[in-house]
């Protein structure tokens, strides 16, 4: 005999949301898993690209919004209220290649609201989400509830002249550490992703159309392949490459004023 538990899970496909899934990171974890066989839906705020995933992933869901506007973010969260899912990944961001000092006002905004303020509101509906359906036991067979968010490597570095992006992204690590903890009574997984430098189209936009420069730098396919590790094995915080977590955990043993020297002097050198 059944127990209610497998009776409701075992109807389902599993399906995920990517919040940031029009592009890079985001689009090649939806493609991923859409190969696996689940049903996949990508959230992101570029028509073309929008678009483009329609003719090219017909099976894809798409959902429009700027995650900067908090009505459109308000209005998508009550769209998807209506729909189970079983994971979501938090990829958009929004990074450049100023330092802090030299953000107008515009883009500080924008680093803020998508890498931090968004994700935030984003993470607490989805866990209410999760939770609701953990009372329910809605949730595909063999497929334990996750929340997954991109951050970077460069949030795992504590140092005063962080820039923005940084310091956001830290925070965002930290944030999914207290819902890691938070969840944990619910069996749903957090996990939080901090790589180094991705091949991704915007990574190249970023610099004229090359990125080789960048250091330890993996393609997108690499990316992946580390990404769904990380998922599979629970991870907490993943670190990759191996050669950038090596840097940056040596990096935080320094003492603060030299480890601010060191990469204030890197940091801003023309590039
Ligand atoms: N590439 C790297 O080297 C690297 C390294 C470490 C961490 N990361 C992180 O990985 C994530 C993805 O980066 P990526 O290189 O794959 O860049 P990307 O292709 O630009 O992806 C960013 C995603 O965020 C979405 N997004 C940006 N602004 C948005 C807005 N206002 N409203 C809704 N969605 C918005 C984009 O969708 P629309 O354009 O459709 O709005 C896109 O789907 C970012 O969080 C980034 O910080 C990247």
């Given at each position: 005999?059944?127990?209610?538990?497998?009776?409701?899970?075992?109807?389902?496909?599993?399906?995920i949301?990517?919040?940031?899934g029009t592009?890079?990171?985001?689009?090649?974890?939806a493609?991923?898993?859409?190969?696996?066989?689940?049903?996949?839906?990508v959230?992101?705020s570029?028509?073309?690209?929008?678009?483009?995933?329609?003719?090219?992933?017909?099976?894809?869901?798409?959902y429009?919004?700027?995650?900067?506007?908090?009505?459109?973010?308000?209005?998508?969260?009550?769209?998807?209220?209506?729909?189970?899912?079983?994971?979501?990944?938090?990829?958009?961001g929004?990074?450049?290649?100023?330092?802090v000092?030299h953000?107008?006002?515009?883009?500080?905004?924008?680093m803020?609201?998508?890498?931090?303020q968004?994700?935030?509101?984003?993470?607490?509906?989805?866990?209410?989400?999760?939770?609701?359906?953990?009372?329910?036991l809605?949730f595909?067979?063999?497929?334990?509830?996750?929340?997954?968010c991109?951050?970077?490597?460069?949030?795992?570095?504590?140092?005063?002249?962080a820039?923005?992006?940084?310091?956001?992204?830290?925070?965002?690590?930290?944030?999914?550490?207290?819902?890691?903890?938070?969840?944990?009574?619910?069996?749903?997984?957090?996990?939080?992703?901090a790589?180094?430098?991705i091949d991704?189209?915007a990574?190249?936009d970023?610099?004229?159309?090359d990125?080789s420069?960048?250091?330890?730098i993996?393609?997108?396919q690499?990316?992946?392949?580390?990404?769904?590790q990380?998922?599979?094995?629970?991870?907490?915080?993943?670190?990759?490459?191996?050669?950038?977590?090596?840097i940056?955990?040596?990096l935080?043993?320094?003492?603060k004023?030299?480890?601010?020297?060191?990469?204030r002097?890197?940091?801003d050198?023309?590039s």
């Open positions: 005999m059944k127990t209610h538990a497998e009776d409701t899970a075992e109807n389902h496909t599993p399906h949301i990517i919040v940031g592009s890079g990171i985001g689009l090649a974890l493609v991923h898993h859409h190969q696996l066989g689940w049903q996949v839906s959230v992101g570029n028509v073309a690209k929008i678009e483009s995933i329609n003719s090219q992933y017909p099976t894809l869901k798409t429009a919004c700027d995650l900067t506007d908090d009505t459109q973010i308000k209005n998508l969260l009550q769209t998807l209220s209506s729909v189970r899912f079983d994971r979501l990944i938090y990829s958009a929004s990074y450049l290649n100023e330092r000092q953000l107008n006002q515009a883009d500080s905004d924008k803020l609201a998508i890498n931090l968004a994700f935030e509101q984003v993470f607490r509906w989805a866990s209410e989400q999760l939770k609701q359906q953990h009372q329910s809605d595909a067979k063999d497929c334990r509830p996750s929340l997954i991109i951050a970077s490597i460069a949030g795992t570095m504590d140092y005063p002249y820039s923005l992006y940084a310091k956001s992204k830290r925070a965002m690590i930290a944030t999914a550490s207290a819902y890691r903890l938070a969840l944990d009574p619910y069996d749903i997984q957090v996990t939080c992703i790589s180094g430098y991704t189209q990574l190249h970023l610099n004229d159309g990125a420069h960048k250091p330890f993996m393609s997108v690499m990316a992946v392949v580390e990404v769904m990380a998922i599979d094995n629970d991870v907490e915080l993943a670190i990759f490459p191996r050669s950038m977590r090596y940056t955990r040596t935080n043993h320094l003492p004023p030299l480890l601010n020297w060191i990469l002097s890197k940091l050198k023309p």
